[in-house]
């Protein structure tokens, strides 16, 4: 059975950093698009940044130059360092994981992704 499991959300504070964690358990992360996708209350999930089988990272503008995605092929463990953290940034923050060589703008699109974590809360205070 796969499960994502995700942790390090919570409150931050407006200009401070969290970071946070989703772990495999049942799957390997090597050879898949995973990505993280943030949902405001009353919204629709979004994407908000993802990492292809080769490694390359793709961002939504929004994030560009605060947030950063990873994954440590050893621990089984996808992670989104989220700093210069805004009240916007405010949201449940879900991660996923797909099959391999999706292309495109694959980390905007939910459908594509076949497994998710549970989700965590990040709230941002100004």
């Known amino acids: 059975q796969v499960q994502l499991v995700e942790s390090g959300g919570g409150p931050g504070q407006s200009g401070g950093s969290l970071r946070l964690s989703c772990a495999a358990l049942g799957y390997t992360y090597t050879r898949h698009c995973l990505a993280w996708f943030l949902q405001p209350p009353a919204k629709e999930r979004e994407g908000v940044a993802g990492?292809?089988?080769?490694?390359?990272?793709s961002y939504v503008d929004s994030v560009k130059g605060r947030f950063t995605i990873s994954q440590d092929n050893a621990k089984n463990t996808l992670y989104l360092q989220m700093d210069s953290l805004k009240p916007e940034d405010t949201a449940m923050y879900y991660c996923?994981?797909?099959?391999?060589?999706?292309?495109?703008?694959?980390?905007?699109?939910?459908?594509?992704?076949?497994?998710w974590g549970q989700g965590t809360q990040v709230t941002v205070s100004s």
């Open positions: 996923a994981a797909g099959p391999p060589n999706l292309g495109g703008a694959y980390f905007r699109y939910p459908a594509l992704f076949g497994y």
């Open positions: 990492v292809e089988s080769d490694g390359r990272t």
